[in-house]
């Protein structure tokens, strides 16, 4: 067993338009710039131990997500959390956000899709794991 690594330190995201993708995660996430330079930018939450956002300009946007070969359904790469999923759920649809459909359990534990600017799908679920 190695214990080399300890954490994600960046989650990297392509984007085609900086300021624009820089406006939606400020305003969506909530996370403040920590280095802004012409084609890249790194993010940072206000929450220690978290992993930065990486930013970066690409002329060619593919779109982070794949298909689940067992259902067909599309998923994302990265789910954020948050304790008031349905609260979020419905003030991304105020702010126009694309999102997809809510889905929640029995228990109340569930999430849901939406994308950026660049059509890069991201998730929200208000599951914490072990060591969270």
């Known amino acids: 067993m190695s214990n080399f690594i300890t954490h994600i330190a960046t989650i990297e995201i392509p984007v085609t338009n900086l300021n624009k993708s820089i ?13 802004r330079g012409n084609k890249q930018a790194m993010l940072s939450f206000s929450t220690k131990g978290v992993p930065t956002i990486f930013l970066v300009e690409t002329k060619e946007q593919t779109g982070l997500s794949f298909i689940n070969t067992n259902n067909d359904i599309e ?8 304790p008031n999923l349905k609260e979020f759920y419905n003030w991304l649809i105020d702010k126009e956000v694309t999102v ?12 849901f899709g939406f994308k950026d600017p660049d059509g890069n799908l991201l998730s929200a679920c208000n599951i914490l794991h072990q060591n969270q």
């Open 100 to 111: 997809g459909t809510l889905n929640v359990n029995n228990e109340s534990f569930g999430g």
């Open 75 to 82: 998923h994302s790469v990265i789910d954020f959390y948050t």
């Open 23 to 35: 406006e939606f995660y400020i305003d969506i996430l909530g996370v403040k710039v920590v280095f």
